[in-house]
Antibody, heavy 115, light 107 residues
């Protein structure tokens, strides 16, 4: 049974940098793409980006200039870094497994950007 | 970018009712569509993938159909635990995108 556990700082100020990490327990770590998806309060889901075992990435163009997703295969972990935060980045951030469709999700990390 | 238009935004229904949600893609996505259920405060859960395939462990009262640009999601005989928000998701091209969601509420 695959489990994704995520953690990171939850309250940040404008212009700061968000760092989140997701650890994958059980199942295969290679052979999949590992995704970040976010959800602003009371709103729908927005795909942020993905990375695979080889480090190949795909990013949402709306975030690409501020976004970096990395992977540490020795720890079965992948991470998100989002710079120059604004209030519009306030959301619950989820990590998820999925080459195409997202079949396993982390528990979500609420992130608030406020001065 | 592919836009996903989901309707209705909300629906009120009773236990035992049949509920239908539609999702329209702004261009052909073949069958690269999934449906997710999200309970309040929880992560989404994959119910249907490839437009009509039932994810393992998901009850058979959930069903999906469609191809190309128009897709339908149906809950046959709504159960108390089905009151939630449902999202469609296209995986045909980048950036991946979701519908706006449909909240299924108790009548």
């Amino acid at each position: 049974q695959v489990q994704l556990q995520q953690w990171g700082a939850g309250r940040l100020k404008p212009s700061e940098t968000l760092s989140l990490t997701c650890t994958v327990f059980g199942g295969s770590f290679s052979g999949y793409y590992w995704n970040w998806i976010r959800q602003p309060p009371g709103k729908g889901l927005e795909w942020v980006g993905e990375i695979n075992y080889s480090g190949n990435t795909n990013y949402n163009p709306s975030l690409k200039s501020r976004l970096s997703i990395s992977i540490d295969t020795s720890k079965n972990q992948f991470s998100l870094t989002l710079t120059s935060l604004t209030a519009a980045d306030t959301a619950v951030y989820y990590c998820a497994r999925g080459n195409v469709f997202f079949d396993n999700w982390g528990q979500g990390t609420p992130v608030t950007v406020s001065s | 970018d592919i836009q996903m238009t989901q309707s209705p935004p909300s629906v009120s229904a009773s236990v035992g009712d049949r509920v239908t949600i539609t999702c329209r893609a702004s261009q052909n996505i073949n069958n690269r569509l999934a449906w997710y259920q999200q309970q309040p405060g929880k992560a989404p859960k994959l119910l249907i993938y490839a437009a009509s395939s039932l994810q393992s462990g998901v009850p058979s009262r959930f069903s999906g159909s469609g191809s190309g640009t128009d897709f339908i999601f149906t809950i046959y005989s709504l159960q108390p635990e089905d009151f939630a928000t449902y999202y469609c998701h296209q995986a045909y091209s980048f950036p991946r995108s979701f519908g706006q969601g449909t909240k299924v509420e108790i009548k």
